[in-house]
């Protein structure tokens, strides 16, 4: 059953206590893409206990906390929080999953569809997202309103 299985908001949310620990959740975006400041805006419109900072993938916090792999290639959402690091539709779910609300429906229905087909469905877009959604030249510059939620 999907009620039973699925995580807490905290359960997502949680973080370790030390010197190393770095708040979080922080999603990770590709800062010049159309598509993806396009998400960062839904994220900051829809998400109003404020759960969710934000860095793009181009930054100092990402090369600091992700693997090369996800910084080089710019290829996916990346979600990192101190309990676990996820990507592509994984993370899309998760972060759904927290906003609540009708997005928590919409979260349930997306984790029925296996991860393979939902991850196969995630990488057609992103390999088309700039022809699609534009491509910026720079990185999304927040709001003074917003700049507390952003990282870098």
Same mark, same amino acid.
């Given at each position: ?42 994220? +900051? ?9 934000? %860095?793009? =993938?181009?930054?100092?916090?990402? *090369?600091? /906390?992700? &693997? ?27 972060? +759904? ?9 919409? %979260?349930? =229905?997306?984790?029925?569809?296996? *991860?393979? /087909?939902? &991850? ?33």
């Amino acid at each position: 059953m999907i009620g039973t299985s699925s995580p807490s908001t905290s359960q997502l949310l949680t973080a370790p206590q030390g010197p190393a620990a770095v708040e979080g959740p922080i999603v990770f975006f590709d800062g010049v893409c159309g598509l993806c400041n396009a998400w960062v805006d839904f994220l +900051l419109k829809h998400d109003r206990r404020g759960l969710w900072r934000f %860095a793009p =993938l181009q930054g100092e916090t990402a *090369r600091r /906390l992700l &693997n090369a792999a996800d910084v080089e290639h710019l290829h996916t959402l990346v979600l990192w929080t101190p309990a676990g690091t996820y990507r592509k539709s994984s993370a899309v779910w998760r972060i +759904l999953w927290s906003l609540g609300g009708v997005w928590r429906v919409a %979260a349930c =229905l997306t984790w029925l569809i296996p *991860r393979p /087909l939902r &991850n196969w469905g995630y990488d057609l877009v992103a390999r088309h997202r700039y022809r699609i959604f534009g491509r910026k030249e720079s990185c999304r510059m927040p709001t003074p309103h917003e700049r507390a939620r952003f990282l870098d």
